[in-house]
């Protein structure tokens, strides 16, 4: 059962950037995969997935300023965020995508991003 750990999240102002990881406990080839958030009082909402081929999908609220990647050989899945906006404040979770896994939700990282 694969498992996931999220990390690179932080503060930063409106404007910048972060880069998130999340490495897979075993191997990733095989699988799609997707980067969610989820802010307070909100419901969780996937932002970017990617196929197991390396097509990419964004949410409209993220398109042009996120981008999803993956190293099969490191078990690892990356979200480069940049031109954050106060709206992006979330804790970020990787997990199967297009549809999450819900034995597979890890602890997630927080962004905060200042106006």
């Known amino acids: 059962q694969v498992q996931f750990v999220e990390s690179g999240g932080g503060l930063v102002q409106a404007g910048g950037s972060l880069r998130l990881s999340c490495v897979a406990s075993?191997?990733?080839?095989?699988?799609?995969y997707a980067w969610y958030r989820q802010a307070p009082g909100k419901q969780r909402e996937s932002v970017a997935f990617?196929?197991?081929?390396?097509?990419?999908f964004y949410a409209d609220s993220v398109k042009g300023r996120f981008t999803i990647s993956r190293d099969n050989a490191k078990n690892t899945l990356y979200l480069q965020m940049s031109s954050l906006k106060p709206e992006d404040t979330a804790v970020y979770y990787c997990?199967?995508?297009?549809?999450?896994?819900?034995?597979?939700w890890g602890q997630g990282t927080q962004v905060t991003v200042s106006s």
């Open positions: 997990n199967l995508g297009p549809s999450p896994s819900d034995a597979h």
């Open positions: 075993r191997s990733a080839f095989g699988f799609g």
């Open positions: 990617i196929s197991r081929g390396g097509s990419v």
